[in-house]
């Protein structure tokens, strides 16, 4: 795998290559590749900090949201708008993402609980980062979701 830049910046933080950079990736693969068109730029952004990959070639290739308490869930921070380029798929890009979201969420909102709307087909990759079904299923934009949770240990 080629050399990754990572970086987390709160929205206020952000340049316009930036943003135009999230929504198109985002809009590349939420939109076109699964065929589900909606509104991506819900307004959320603004409270969230962004975490970007950023390969060689100055593309963004892999991407996360960090959601604040009662952004998404009253009482939990979440990761949302999990997203990776084809040009990095299959490369183990994914969990690096994840664990480094978790670690910049710990560090930018303290250490709590984690709650992500999964798409059903990555339950399994999900599980396998220490998340929990939490039961709840749903559609959102015609997807089958379930929500999980990753609870911090109790020390």
């Not at 952000?14 to 991506?40: M, N, S, W």
């Not at 604040?68 to 997203?83: E, L, T």
Request: proline residues 2%.
């Amino acid at each position: 795998m080629q050399e990754i830049r990572w970086e987390n910046k709160h929205f206020d933080e952000l340049t316009a290559k930036d943003v135009y950079a999230i929504g198109h990736l985002r809009q590349q693969v939420f939109v076109v590749e699964q065929d589900c068109p909606y509104l991506d730029f819900d307004f959320l952004d603004y409270q969230c900090w962004h975490v970007m990959a950023w390969d060689e070639d100055g593309d963004l290739v892999a991407y996360t949201r960090l959601v604040p308490k009662k952004g998404s869930y009253d009482h939990d921070i979440a990761i949302g708008r999990v997203v990776s380029s084809h040009k990095v798929r299959r490369t183990g890009i994914g969990r690096i993402l994840m664990e480094k979201s978790k670690i910049y969420a710990w560090e930018v909102f303290g250490k709590c609980n984690i709650r992500i709307s999964a798409q059903d087909y990555l339950l399994k990759f999900y599980t396998s980062l220490g998340f929990v079904d939490t039961g709840k299923k749903y559609l959102e934009d015609g997807i089958p979701h379930s929500e999980m949770y990753l609870k911090v240990e109790e020390n």
